[in-house]
């Protein structure tokens, strides 16, 4: 191979890794790019680590049910998977039913807006996102609506992403960012006007006590939406199948336990709420919810070379590779859940808390 040949060949190359490595980014073409991935707050020394302790946690059921550590592997969890989850699916950490002629960002857009649209509050309105993630949501939420959110996530790190995200949006006025523990939550009784959920509570081990919470600080006449993640009825406890595909969403999602369906009202109406209205809203007529995790193999497999690489040279931590490869198998076992009908990530349910409370609220 004569020189030039050998030098039009490095160029491509070095284009191509140059766009492979820098320009392609996050799924909303901001945010994080490949060369960005980190372990969130934890050194990237220690990502491995935590890796292994955070898979070896569903290999100790007794610590699962220690309610007290679910909070910090939580916290564990979205410190490894925040980077790789802006990068690969954007700032929602959620899903959203497909939309025909409309894009994955735009479903999700609609999907956040409807649960705004369904707490019938004026602009102004002051509401918690219980769960926030990096902000998504409540930036969709803010910018349709109007109103004032004040988002509470576990993690720092994602607060630190929300808060930048939000003053690149030009809505760090409207939103605000709390790090704490949404089942203690550092707000004052009877002090949001409306509140909402968006694929978070799943991570409570007692979903009445972050309800609790919530209903404590809503104003009274308040409402609250959630999306929940849980088993349908179509799931049977004796189906080895279905068990080993609710015990790997768990595992990949750092989930103490998924509920069934039939608990959700129950625990809403326990803690003080009048429920109003409760659906799946992955059911027909809706798209299918888990057709963008299928369109996604070949990307996966695209970025999973990319993050082995970045591992190998040193600029990805250690440990990056196997949380990577935890999600795929992860999105498999969602996949099935969908298309098996035994798992929706979206049992819509929405409360109000009475104008009058009982003596014994």
């Not at 523990?181 to 509570?201: H, K, Q, R």
Request: hydrophobic share 40%; net charge negative; aromatic share 10%.
């Amino acid at each position: 191979m004569d020189s030039i040949s050998i030098l039009c060949t490095v160029a491509l190359l070095a284009g191509g890794l140059y766009w492979f490595v820098c320009i392609l980014g996050s799924a909303e073409q901001k945010g994080k790019h490949a060369v960005q991935l980190s372990g969130g707050s934890i050194a990237k020394e220690k990502v491995q680590d935590n890796y292994d302790q955070y898979a070896s946690f569903f290999r100790r059921p007794k610590e699962i049910e220690t309610t007290e550590k679910v909070p910090d592997f939580v916290d564990t969890f979205y410190n490894l998977v925040t980077d790789i989850y802006e990068w690969g699916w954007g700032q929602s950490f959620h899903f959203s039913p497909s939309i025909p002629g409309k894009s994955h960002r735009e479903a999700t857009r609609i999907h956040e807006e409807m649960a705004v649209d369904l707490l019938n509050l004026k602009p102004g309105a002051r509401i918690l996102d219980a769960g926030c993630g990096v902000g998504g949501p409540m930036r969709a939420i803010a910018a349709h609506s109007g109103a004032n959110v004040v988002g509470i996530t576990i993690n720092e790190y994602q607060v630190n992403r929300a808060r930048a995200h939000n003053k690149k949006a030009g809505l760090d006025k409207q939103c605000e960012v709390v790090c704490g523990n949404f089942l203690e939550m550092p707000f004052g009784d009877n002090s949001f006007d409306g509140a909402y959920s968006i694929e978070a509570t799943c991570h409570a081990p007692k979903l009445e006590e972050v309800y609790g919470e919530i209903y404590r600080v809503l104003k009274p006449g308040s409402m609250y939406v959630s999306y929940e993640w849980v088993t349908t009825e179509l799931y049977r406890g004796d189906d080895p199948e279905h068990v080993e595909v609710i015990q790997g969403i768990e595992r990949g999602d750092a989930l103490p336990g998924l509920r069934s369906y039939t608990d959700i009202a129950e625990v809403a109406r326990k803690v003080g709420f009048e429920v109003i209205k409760e659906k799946d809203l992955a059911k027909p007529p809706s798209n299918p919810w888990w057709s963008r995790l299928k369109m996604g193999r070949i990307a996966y497999w695209r970025n999973h070379i990319l993050v082995t690489i970045l591992a190998w040279v040193g600029i990805a931590p250690k440990g990056v590779v196997d949380v990577h490869e935890m999600l795929f198998v992860t999105a498999d076992y969602l996949t099935r859940g969908g298309e098996s009908g035994i798992f929706t990530p979206m049992h819509m349910i929405l409360c109000k808390k009475p104008e009058i409370m009982s003596s014994s609220s």
